[in-house]
């Protein structure tokens, strides 16, 4: 990548953002290369080119791959603070490709957790089951399409600053849509200016909020900054939802033993959310009944992926999805 760049540059070629893009890309896929991609951001910039929501989920997905949560977060605090300002909105904004990339860096940032003892297990045995229960509780609720239960006071103030934040941003729309309309130059003075610097601090609160300066340690912390982004981003934001993204969250919860969180994800939100499951969403849950030991739950699942599979094997009218049948049962 670096010598096409260098190619290109000594043949006076014309460059561009999509230019810088594709070979940011080209590097993010090869964790040897996830230095360069940063160089490449540096001379993007450089040329007068401003990363876009692509470079950045880019960047997001190579430091994933890169097990780079530090860089992960600062590369999302810079995104969420720019997409928050309105001359930036239409160049940056937070997508289901960002927050998936983000859940496969807290995935993949710390070591998974182990395998429980059997002493510890015992928590376990009926966990699936409860969280069913307080599922289908929840379906009957208002506001269902929302993720349940904020981990504390500090998670709810996020939506307060996000709203403070776009009523001020509106101000200042109404500030600049009337100035023409007011005689003498009052209109472009220091209230103005007011309106314009006022979604700072309050966009600064928020990114702070949601990923302090620490960067978490522990995988609890890490897997309740994971909860509290998707809860931004679903709650506040009120953004699109995948397979791929209620996968990457799954992960993340698996990953750091937030084992309660992830079957309310299974058994929940991709109903909640409307989205198929597919084979790795099976294969998460198979290895969190692993790691706590919970045989009936792997049968249930196993049964679940043998139907699953079938009706895909259907739809695809691939020959031998009959033998699927013939898979043990418990």
């Not at 928590?123 to 089951?129: C, K, Q, T, V, Y």
């Not at 699109?240 to 929940?268: H, Q």
């Not at 909640?272 to 009936?296: E, S």
Request: net charge neutral; charged share 25%.
């Amino acid at each position: 990548a670096m010598n096409l760049l260098d190619e290109m540059v000594s043949n006076k070629l014309t460059l561009s953002d999509v230019t810088f893009n594709s070979l940011i890309h080209a590097c993010a896929v090869r964790p040897d290369y996830f230095d360069e991609g940063f160089r490449l951001l540096q001379l993007m910039e450089s040329h007068g080119f401003q990363p876009d929501f692509y470079t950045y989920n880019t960047l997001l997905y190579a430091c994933a791959r890169k097990k780079n949560l530090g860089l992960a977060r600062n590369i999302f605090r810079e995104m969420l603070g720019r997409s928050m300002k309105e001359d930036h909105r239409d160049l940056v904004k937070i997508d289901q490709v960002t927050i998936s990339n983000m859940m496969w860096a807290y995935s993949s940032y710390l070591s998974p957790v182990k395998t429980c003892s059997w002493k510890v297990a015992k928590r376990f045995e009926s966990l699936a089951l409860e969280t069913l229960a307080a599922v289908k509780a929840e379906e009957s609720s208002p506001d269902s399409s929302e993720i349940k239960d904020p981990l504390s006071k500090h998670e709810r103030k996020i939506h307060d600053i996000v709203a403070t934040t776009r009523f001020i941003d509106m101000q200042a729309n109404v500030a600049r849509a009337t100035k023409g309309l007011v005689d003498g130059s009052s209109s472009s003075g220091s209230s103005g200016n007011t309106l314009d610097d006022g979604p700072s601090q309050q966009v600064l609160d928020l990114v702070n909020m949601l990923m302090p300066a620490e960067i978490p340690v522990a995988h609890n912390g890490v897997g309740s900054e994971a909860k509290r982004l998707m809860m931004l981003y679903v709650d506040v934001l009120k953004g699109k939802v995948n397979t791929r993204l209620l996968n990457a969250y799954l992960s993340a919860m698996v990953c750091n033993g937030r084992f309660e969180d992830a079957w309310r994800i299974f058994l929940g939100d991709y109903k909640r959310f409307d989205m198929p499951k597919d084979g790795w969403t099976f294969q998460t849950m198979i290895r969190l009944c692993a790691r706590t030991r919970d045989v009936p739950s792997a049968w249930r699942l196993w049964d679940e992926f043998k139907t699953w599979r079938v009706d895909v094997e259907k739809a695809l009218q691939t020959p031998g999805h009959e033998t699927l049948k013939s898979l043990p049962t418990k």
